[in-house]
């Protein structure tokens, strides 16, 4: 069923909107680190620049919805562009997956950090380098690979793998007969192969390792419990109390480090589903029928070019969860000093009443 005609004006108007909101967040993430030396000089914050940078091109291709599409493209609502500009968008949406690569990177280090407990120079020597030599090879590798073969080209929602004119007989999918497409012959295998599949894979990967990160999180806070319900029964002399004591007090600093590293960590994964679910199925149903539903498509619209802005969110949570804090202790300490002042305020009262019914009472 075709769309509408208001259907594809709210198709087309989404990713603009949407895609704004995530080039803000992006933009203050990126902002953010490189104003502060000692952040920079960490690797979790120069692979956060890293996919914070992915976030802001793909969510300025993105931004530009139906824009960079050929004119006269039909069940499309403004199609303002030719061939070059759909290309252009088509790139740097693909070259996006390093976005998805950087947040699977930033789950390894996590995983680095918490569970073998490596230092940030130990990362920065041994893995950093590597981690961002994968994600740039394969985002721009995929990328000019799809622009060599002709793959970049309308696909309804903006410029992406497709191939053109829509509808066209690809080889794969008619026994390896003559394709009747003028570019992009066999786009919708190369979709899988350069963008899900990977994507796919990096969910599954990070869903792995996130599973490590709680397993070792419940490790140690069945260690501490014990270490709690042994030090009643524990009797010895002080030198030995109070090596126990500090061991103590470096496990329950792991423990808590290690607690707020793996939420970190789960609420980057959190963003990670939240932004590629809906884009996966409304791809899926696309393929299987040959069109998907107007619902799927917006949520497709919605989703995938917000991820710099939940992306931003994640990123300021931590700051956000201390002024919370701050304010609550604040104003515990707030109400703690009226009731006290309160409560003086009353006893003086009370002792110069007393005083006063005594002189009266003695004359």
């Known amino acids: 069923m075709a769309l509408t005609t208001d259907e594809q ?10 895609g704004l909101l995530s080039v803000f967040g992006s933009a203050t993430i990126i902002w953010t680190v490189l104003r502060d030396r000692k952040k920079w000089a960490k690797p979790y914050y120069r692979l956060l620049l890293a996919m914070s940078t992915s976030d802001l091109f793909a969510s300025v291709a993105f931004g530009l919805s139906t824009w960079p599409i050929p004119r ?3 069940d499309v609502y403004a199609p303002l562009g030719n061939v070059g500009t759909c290309t252009a968008q088509g790139f740097f949406i693909q070259a996006g997956i390093a976005s ?14 918490v569970k073998y407990g490596m230092t940030e120079d130990r990362i ?6 590597i981690m961002h030599g994968v994600a740039i090879a394969f ?16 696909s309804l929602l903006w410029c992406w793998i497709n191939a053109a004119p829509r509808g066209c007989k690809q080889s794969y999918n008619h026994g390896g007969e003559a394709t009747t497409c003028e570019r992009g012959d066999n786009a919708e295998i190369f979709r899988w192969v350069l963008f899900f599949g990977p994507l796919w894979t990096l969910v599954l990967g990070t869903m792995a390792m996130m599973l490590a990160l709680v397993r070792h999180v419940r490790a140690q806070e069945e260690r501490l419990a014990k270490y709690q319900f042994s030090r009643k029964a524990s009797i010895g002399d002080n030198s030995s109390q109070s090596i126990r004591n500090l061991s103590r007090k470096e496990d329950r600093r792991r423990y808590t480090q290690s ?10 994964v959190g963003v990670f589903y939240l932004t590629w679910t809906f884009a996966t199925i409304n791809r899926i149903v696309e393929q299987v029928n040959g069109q998907s539903y107007f619902w799927l498509m917006c949520l497709h619209t919605v989703f995938v070019p917000l991820q710099g802005l939940f992306n931003y969110f994640v990123f300021v949570y ?9 304010r609550r202790k604040k104003s515990g300490q707030s109400k703690r000093s009226s009731f006290q002042y309160r409560h003086s305020g009353m006893a003086v009262n009370f002792i110069s009443r007393l005083r006063l ?7």
């Open 9 to 18: 004006r709210v198709l087309s108007i989404i990713p603009h909107v949407t």
């Open 72 to 74: 006269g493209t039909e």
């Open 100 to 113: 998805p690569m950087y947040n699977f990177m930033l789950s390894l280090y996590f995983v680095m950090q």
């Open 124 to 129: 920065r020597k041994k893995a950093e380098g």
């Open 139 to 154: 985002s721009f590798g995929t990328s000019f690979l799809c622009l060599g073969l002709g793959l970049f080209n309308e």
């Open 259 to 268: 607690r707020k590293v793996t939420g970190q960590a789960l609420r980057f």
């Open 318 to 326: 931590p700051k956000f969860k201390r002024w919370r804090h701050e």
């Open 357 to 363: 019914s005594a002189s009266m009472s003695s004359v």
